[in-house]
Each structure stands twice: as C-alpha cells, then as structure tokens.
C-alpha cells in the first residue's frame, strides 16, 4: 500500500460506460477464502432481514398494537446504531475473530432473555430494556465482510463487484429472512422467527470469524507494517468526510425502510392475508437483487456521486406509487420495480465511503452507515406505527414517501462535497 496519494479522477469500478467486461462475480469469487468468507457472512447476518421484523410480530401478537411494537423495534435499533461502530473500531485493533466470538454468545444470550419477558406479558419499560440489549450485541456483520474485500481485491476495479455481489447477498436475505421470520411468527409460534434469526447469527458469525487467514490485520500490525520506524501522520477525526452526507441520507433511507415494512405487513392484514406480507416485502428484495447484479456487472463512466444520486431518485419515484395500489397483486409488481434501484444505491453509497476512508478505519466508516439506517429505523418504526394504527397503510406509504424525499435533498445539497472528496481528497491508505 501507498503511504499517502491522491485518488485518480476516475472512479475506481471502471472508466467505460455501462458495458459487461465478463462474469465478474465468478472471477471475484475466485479470490482465496473469498466464497468462504461471503457465503458464512450471508448466513450470519440474516438477523438483519429478520430480527426487527420479528420483534414488531412477536410484540404485536401480544401487544395487539403496532405502534408499541415499532417503539420496541426501534429501541433495539438505536441501541445496535450506538455500539456498533465502537464493536467495529475494536474489530479493527484487535481483530474480527476476537471480537465477534464473545460478542454472538452475548447476543444470544440477550436475545433469549427477551423472547422470555416478551412471553412473560412484561411491561413496556422491560420490553425495551431487553430489547434494547438484544438489539445492541447482534454483531455487524455487512461492514466486515466489506472489510475483507477490501482487504483482498485493494484498489482493483474488482472491488465495485465485489461490493455489488454483498448488495445482492443482502438482498437475498431479505427475501427470504422477512417471509421465513413471518411465516413462524404467524403459522408455528410468535417467538419462532427471533429463534430462528439467533440461530442463522451463531452459526453464520462464529463460521465467519473461524477463517483467520482472510482477516484483515489488526490496525495496529497494520501501521507497523506501512510506517516502520515513523511516526504515522493523523488522519481525520472521522472515518470519511462523505459521512457528514451520506450518515443523514441512511438515516432517512432507514426510516423509509422501516415505514415500507410496517406498511406492507398492515396492508396485507387489511386485505385479510397477513401471512403474504413477508412474501410481499421478499419481492421488494427480489427486485434489489436483480438491480444489484446488473449494476455490479458493468462498468461505468458517470461519477459515482452522480450515480448514487440518480439511482437514489429512482428508487424514490417508485415508493411514490405504493400508496396508489388497490390490491396486493399490483402491490407486488410495483414492489418488484421499485426495489431495482435500492442495491444500486446501498453500493454507491458504500462505495463512496471505501474510496475515502483512512487506512485501518474502512470497518468503522462503513458501520456508520449501517448504524445511520438502524437509527432511522428507530426513528421511523414507532412514528409509521402510530400513524398506521390512526389512519391505515396508506398513510404508511405516504410518510415513506417523505423520508426518501428528504434523502434526495440532502443528497443533491451535498453533491457537490462527495464529488470533491471521492475524486480529489488525499486519501491515507
């Protein structure tokens, strides 16, 4: 690795305009532990798809009222926002393995212990202690998997696939976590769905953090191999200055997330079939994963910053048409079109941050994305829950609409300072 340069003008998942150059994923995936490495961390972040979803059944089972739900989901949410990023800088001292092996025992633990008060008929105030326990140890998975491409593909244009195919990963996951953790929750036992998520994360995580020679070094084995014998100069504060941007435009990412699930689970009820509501949101994922691989499989010439804001609006304008839908037939197929562009979006986003984070700190930049959504979840569950329980799931769609127009705005104010800092920011690396 260079010690310090500035990044070239051109974007770094290629120079030619949208053509295929080959299979790109099974050239990727070629890479030593690399299928290893994706393949557990799939498994192990299915919590992902699952846990807030199946907290806001299993509450709501018992609860009969989706607006505590959503508080308690977002609770756990807030709660994951606020330690993952310091889970993310003690992976990067000491190691991913270190880390995430006490940390899923815990997270089990926790998660259990919530499932019992939850059965117990607990109190409010009980609920959200426990679950916001729980919500804080499950391990983030998504960022250090990044971390590990990062690590093995360095600057090669290889890395823009390598990413797209994460996005597609986590696609699939939520097309199959939301309708598995919804048919439990419904069908077998309120509880089933969380003790199934707990069960992929023991599995997938403790798998992931097994493969010790695909982990990154420790930051600190890091800088003694790039600066020997020499002080090593003060990066920024924050991970990446794109942050300040892309850390408001997740957020309200998240809350139109959140508000599109709560929605899609209450319109599915009001149409009396409530179990097709994680089939539905499945379809939602389906079109993201399709998205996500076309988009990972080319090259492109448009800036990134450019690209993210593009796709970003297209991903906005097919939210809008939610709440227009007379029946879950139609609701499926807008779903199917308007989730295209979401996985474009998450790795233009992603990648942003990769090209401008500091040596050591790509973990840590890329999680606070990941908090930013889980905190505009918290944000947006208890608010769309209240405003479903009042008015219906109509006005669900609506308030997600709203969301993903303020992080339009916000994207287009600061396009300016992610062209800046993506393109001609010297970057420690």
């Known amino acids: 690795m260079t ?47 699952m ?15 989706y607006g505590v739900a959503g508080l308690v989901a977002a609770a756990g949410s807030v709660s994951y926002a606020g330690l993952a990023p310091q889970v993310a800088k003690l992976a990067e001292r000491f190691g991913q393995g270190r880390v995430l092996r006490p940390l ?56 823009h ?12 996951i939520f097309i199959v976590g939301p309708a598995v953790v919804t048919l439990l929750a419904t069908d077998v036992y309120p509880a089933a769905g969380l003790a199934v998520a707990v069960a992929a994360c023991v599995i997938g995580t403790l798998w ?57 689970v209450a ?45 970003l609006g297209c991903m906005l304008a097919g939210v809008a048409t939610f709440w227009l839908q007379p029946g879950l037939l139609s609701l499926f197929l807008v779903l199917g079109v308007a989730g295209l562009a979401i996985s474009p979006t ?16 790509h973990t840590e930049g890329m999680t606070w994305l990941s908090s930013a959504i889980s905190v505009g979840v918290a944000t947006g569950s208890p608010l769309a829950g209240h405003l479903i329980d009042a008015h219906g799931a109509r006005w669900g769609y609506l308030f997600a609409v709203g969301c993903g127009v303020a992080a339009l705005l916000i994207c287009l104010g600061g396009l300016g300072r992610l062209r800046v800092q993506a393109e001609a920011a010297p970057i420690l690396r």
């Open 161 to 172: 696939t390598a990413f797209s195919l994460e996005s597609v990963a986590d696609e699939l």
């Open 104 to 159: 899923t025992v815990i997270f089990a633990v926790t998660t259990g212990i919530f499932i019992t008060v939850a059965e117990l008929g607990a109190p409010l105030w009980a609920l959200l202690i426990t679950g916001s326990f729980a919500g804080a140890t499950m391990p983030s998975l998504g960022s250090m998997v990044r971390a590990r491409w990062s690590a093995a593909l360095g600057d090669s244009p290889r890395l």
């Open 51 to 65: 846990f807030g979803l199946g907290t806001v059944l299993l509450v709501a089972a018992i609860t009969g009222r």
């Open 346 to 361: 998450l790795i233009g986003g992603y990648s942003l941050i990769e090209r401008q984070a500091s040596a050591g700190r």
């Open 3 to 49: 010690e310090a340069r500035a990044r070239p003008a051109s974007p770094p998942d290629g120079g030619a305009g949208g053509r295929r150059t080959g299979n790109r994923y099974l050239e990727i995936l070629r890479t030593p532990g690399a299928l290893a490495f994706s393949a557990a961390g799939a498994v192990g972040r299915m919590p992902m798809a």
């Open 208 to 264: 992931f953090a097994s493969q010790r020679r695909t982990e990154p070094a420790p930051r600190s084995a890091s800088r003694a191999k790039d600066w020997p014998g020499r002080r090593r100069p003060r990066g920024r504060r924050a991970p990446a200055a794109g942050l300040v941007i892309l850390v408001p435009v997740y957020w309200c990412l998240g809350a139109m997330f959140a508000t599109i699930d709560l929605s899609t």
């Open 267 to 311: 319109f599915a009820a009001e149409h009396g079939h409530k179990q097709l509501a994680g089939f539905a949101l499945g379809v939602y994922a389906l079109g993201s994963g399709v998205g996500g691989l076309w988009y990972g499989s080319r090259t492109w010439r448009a800036p990134l910053e450019r690209r993210f804001a593009v796709t």
